[in-house]
């Protein structure tokens, strides 16, 4: 132990001199590397970038129409041949008595009902196709009158106009309830005297029945014009 100390003490200035030596060599290599190569001067990259516009969407294409279906082809009908009726065979003339023919004439069935059968279903046709005929409008009928059972008495002939003579025609309006009463009374046509004319007015008015005025069997409010005369005997 204490030999290898000695050693190592020697020994170490040798080696420190072997390891100047080589860190020299080291630095001057170092040093001429650097100095025989010139710097390098590192540009920057430039990035370019293209913005592009961004393409147009494809529109939608329209749904293709549907074809129609091909339909089989119908089966051609050949028109129906026209039967040919057989020509009447000859009746063969034979003597035979009144009651055979007569007999054989009612088992033919008669042409004129053969002919009218058709008439029948015509008949019906027509009046299903025919419009309901619209009812026609009811006939409105006047008041009368004239009846002999309404005993209708003549207006009295006023005492004053009998002794001043005074005579005429008076018409009168009459408006006819559903019952055959008067419903108003109105002068429409003068007699010339206010006399006359009221006393008519009056007996019509309140003594008078009347046919009332008619809508077909339905008994309606009417107007009938009376004419009335006084006339002096």
Do not use: C
């Amino acid at each position: 132990m204490v030999l290898n100390n000695n050693f190592s003490w020697r020994a170490s200035p040798v080696l420190v001199g072997v390891v100047a030596i080589h860190l020299l060599a080291l630095y001057l290599a170092v040093r001429t590397f650097v100095a025989t190569t010139p710097p390098q001067i590192i540009q920057p990259s430039l990035m370019f970038a293209t913005l592009s516009e961004p393409e147009p969407q494809a529109k939608p294409q329209a749904a293709p129409a549907p074809q129609p279906k091909p339909q089989p082809a119908k089966p051609k009908t050949e028109p129906a041949k026209p039967q040919v009726k057989p020509a009447p065979k000859p009746v063969a003339k034979t003597t035979t008595s009144e009651k055979a023919l007569h007999d054989s004439r009612r088992a033919e069935p008669e042409p004129a009902a053969e002919q009218a059968a058709p008439a029948a279903p015509a008949a019906a046709v027509e009046k299903a196709t025919a419009p309901a005929a619209a009812a026609a409008p009811a006939v409105e009928t006047a008041p009368s009158f004239h009846a002999n059972y309404l005993s209708n008495p003549r207006p009295a002939y006023p005492p004053q106009s009998r002794a001043l003579g005074e005579e005429g025609s008076v018409t009168l309006r009459v408006r006819v309830g559903e019952n055959g009463s008067a419903i108003s009374v109105e002068v429409a046509k003068s007699s010339g005297f206010a006399r006359l004319d009221e006393v008519a007015r009056n007996t019509v008015k309140n003594r008078w029945k009347f046919v009332p005025a008619k809508k077909g069997n339905e008994a309606v409010v009417g107007t009938v014009l009376v004419p009335i005369e006084f006339k002096l005997n």
